[in-house]
């Protein structure tokens, strides 16, 4: 539904009267080059029809020159049967309740399997099991490459698989419902204190309150994502990590240094800044592929929303 037929149909279920009143709110509005001010139409409006008519982003400022209506062919369209019919609480937020959660069980399952490999990094045992079973198939590769440029295809290709698994998982129309749901109550809440509107204001304000629960399923489209590619990079991680400790001879000593940019030659045990230069060499690698890939797959992973 069009967010302005959402709007119209929110002040429909509070209040039936409210189809007189935004019908004659659009025909003054059409009377008068497309704005309309309260002394145009008090005398056929209640102050609390025409405050709420505002407050809910019907009505916006024309810059000093009274309101003008939003999106005024949608509203037409509500008052005339063209959007669903709903109720006030079933309409309080922007993004229906009955989507969900878009977690499914495998999701939820990746998540418990990618915390278990975290226990990697402080258990020796389970760190070499997995690194031993990894590199049954890196070894093959890190045989006939040197060890830099098997951390940077490794870089590479995890930054594809995350590419790809953040496109198609995650739901960024559905994030930037949320951004502008809450943008929509931002805006009416200026335009109320403007006003000088108490009343508007703390319904505004109990409204945002309410709204803030929204954000967790935000943060859920974004985790989702994360869940599965951090059960696929650790493994990877662990495996660098069973590669480069001190003592285990897995690495030529002729592969152990590397030169970096502003660091220098460093070994890959060896800090820069604050943490190991293979884990910083591995994340140059990847910002720098991730941008290609992006930009090569014309993959889009900023929030969308739809009017």
Do not use: H
Request: hydrophobic letters at 40%; glycine letters at 10%; proline letters at 3%.
């Amino acid at each position: 539904m069009a967010r302005a037929e959402q709007k119209v149909n929110d002040l429909l279920a509070e209040d039936s009267d409210m189809d007189d009143a935004l019908s004659t709110v659009l025909t003054r509005a059409d009377a008068n080059d497309g704005t309309v001010e309260w002394s145009d139409v008090k005398g056929d409006l209640t102050s609390g029809q025409w405050g709420r008519i505002i407050e809910k982003g019907v009505l916006t400022s024309a810059s000093g020159n009274g309101f003008s209506v939003q999106n005024p062919d949608g509203v037409r369209a509500a008052l005339n049967g063209g959007g669903s019919t709903t109720t006030a609480g079933e309409t309080t937020s922007a993004v229906d309740d009955d989507e969900g959660s878009s977690w499914s069980v495998y999701d939820k399952l990746a998540g418990v399997g990618a915390l278990a490999m975290m226990s990697g990094y402080y258990v020796t045992s389970i760190r070499d099991t997995l690194g031993g079973a990894l590199d049954l198939l890196i070894g093959p590769l890190d045989q006939v490459l040197p060890f830099y440029a098997v951390v940077l295809i490794l870089a590479m290709l995890t930054g594809l698989y995350s590419t790809l698994l953040q496109a198609n998982l995650m739901d960024t129309e559905k994030m930037g419902k949320y951004q502008s749901q809450m943008q929509e109550i931002q805006d009416r809440r200026k335009e109320a204190k403007e006003r000088g509107d108490d009343e508007a204001l703390e319904r505004i304000q109990q409204e945002q309150m309410d709204a803030m629960g929204d954000q967790l399923g935000m943060f859920k489209e974004q985790f989702r994502p994360m869940a599965w590619i951090t059960l696929l990079t650790i493994p990877v991680f662990l495996w660098l990590y069973w590669m480069i400790q001190p003592g285990a001879g897995r690495i030529p000593d002729a592969e152990m240094q590397v030169i970096m940019p502003l660091a220098g030659e460093v070994s890959w045990n060896k800090q820069v800044l604050i943490m190991p230069a293979w884990i910083v060499w591995y994340f140059l690698c990847s910002m720098g592929f991730n941008q290609v890939i992006r930009k090569g797959l014309n993959i889009q992973m900023t929030p969308t929303a739809s009017s």
